[in-house]
């Protein structure tokens, strides 16, 4: 099946060779990272974790967000997912390698990540982090390409990837719940101490993952003619607002937890993240821009009208993707360092090399969904679920 990746016309290869140039690009940066260390980053001592992990932190979401597709399918027997559960999958391979290509990023010198096998400490969050990681990772290549070959070489699927793919939706659950764990087990750090950050990192990985898939989706029925189904988009955009619904609900239990109990720490970053503190005020502007975003995705996306309108439904999916992105992947880990223990303010922006650096990794989760969305999309083709 690999060979379906070398045949594409000039739309596909233009898009190939667009994202091999800019990895190129981030690769230079990141050749200047390495040679001069993270000082060329925005990240000192008192932002420790900035843009990468942020990205880190959104995109376990997105893997994990699969389990929305495989739970209908295989406990439930929704047959209508059947046609879009290995593009879910896949999605989730390139998701976790985002995942890990923004943690060896961010650690300066990737040398170190191979202290974490050498020296493994069964006591660290980060330990078990590597292993659900990994394991998720190994779990969707096994039964997303096993399932694909079968439907290729035209067998039933082996039953042992069905068993794996009951295995798979603990672990989806199990690799966003200790990624919460590594933020909630920092006690210094009022924003993150919270028993339901885990809930509320599940709650927006179930609505963001799906909106992506979605848009992804319709991407492709444009440019291949694969019609993932009218039923399964409808069924996938009702998952995204209730997890959507849960996720501004517990996000906003936050709040009233921090300011009906007054407690300085629990109150110092919002505050910081809407208002500013101490004349400091890099994120206002985006976290607000955040609350708008919410606020109009559900209006879109609450009423089944507007919800089912193909044109509304994709914007009301691109201001989710936007609030959560902003919630999650800036919001979250660059506010939770603010304020310092000393009650200071030191605020964190991105620079140039981080922001470069993270385009060559994203430029390389996209790559690879594209070809193995591509291998996909070729057997489908040869099955004639897709018009030739």
């Known amino acids: 099946m690999l060979e379906k990746i070398f045949y594409g016309d000039k739309k596909y290869w233009s898009w190939v060779i667009f994202l091999l140039i800019l990895i190129g690009i981030g690769s230079i940066a990141y050749i200047t990272q390495l040679k001069k260390g993270l000082m060329v980053t925005g990240m000192g001592r008192d932002v420790s974790w900035g843009f990468y992990i942020a990205q880190f932190t959104y995109f376990v979401g997105v893997a994990a967000s699969a389990v929305m597709v495989v739970i209908p399918l295989y406990l439930h027997n929704y047959k209508k997912f059947e046609q879009i559960v290995t593009f879910a999958e896949f999605m989730a391979v390139a998701s976790v390698i985002i995942c890990i290509c923004f943690i060896l990023v961010d650690l300066g010198q990737p040398q170190r990540l191979f202290n974490m096998i050498l020296h493994p400490t069964p006591n660290s969050i980060l330990f078990y982090d590597m292993i659900v990681l990994n394991g998720y990772l190994l779990l969707n290549i096994l039964i997303s390409w096993n399932n694909l070959h079968a439907d290729y070489r035209r067998v039933p699927h082996p039953k042992w990837t069905k068993v794996l793919a009951y295995i798979s939706i603990p672990w989806a659950v199990s690799i966003h719940t200790v990624t919460a764990f590594l933020y909630q087990g920092l006690p210094g750090r009022h924003y993150w101490l919270s028993a339901i950050l885990a809930a509320r990192f599940l709650?927006?990985?179930?609505?963001?993952?799906?909106?992506?898939?979605?848009?992804?989706?319709?991407?492709?029925?444009?440019?291949?003619?694969?019609?993932?189904?009218?039923?399964?988009?409808?069924?996938?955009?009702?998952?995204?607002?209730?997890?959507?619904?849960?996720?501004?609900?517990?996000?906003?239990?936050?709040?009233?937890?921090?300011?009906?109990?007054?407690?300085?720490?629990?109150?110092?970053?919002?505050?910081?993240?809407?208002?500013?503190?101490?004349?400091?005020?890099?994120?206002?502007?985006?976290?607000?821009?955040?609350?708008?975003?919410?606020?109009?995705c559900l209006i879109i996306l609450i009423p089944s009208k507007f919800r089912n309108n193909p044109e509304l439904l994709v914007v009301g999916l691109i201001l989710l993707i936007v609030a959560t992105w902003i919630d999650k992947g800036l919001g979250l880990v660059v506010g939770g360092f603010i304020p310092n223990p000393f009650e200071k303010v030191v605020e964190y922006c991105p620079t140039g090399y981080e922001l470069l650096i993270s385009m060559m990794v994203y430029s390389i989760g996209l790559l690879i969904l594209t070809l193995l969305w591509k291998i996909g999309v070729g057997v489908k083709r040869e099955l004639g679920i897709i018009p030739k």
């Open 203 to 296: 709650s927006s990985a179930f609505c963001s993952g799906p909106a992506i898939l979605v848009l992804l989706l319709l991407i492709l029925k444009k440019v291949t003619k694969f019609d993932p189904g009218k039923e399964a988009i409808h069924t996938l955009a009702k998952i995204i607002t209730y997890a959507m619904c849960i996720n501004v609900f517990l996000f906003l239990t936050e709040v009233f937890t921090s300011f009906y109990s007054n407690i300085p720490g629990h109150k110092a970053t919002f505050i910081y993240l809407f208002k500013g503190l101490h004349g400091h005020g890099n994120l206002v502007g985006w976290m607000w821009v955040m609350v708008a975003c919410a606020i109009a």
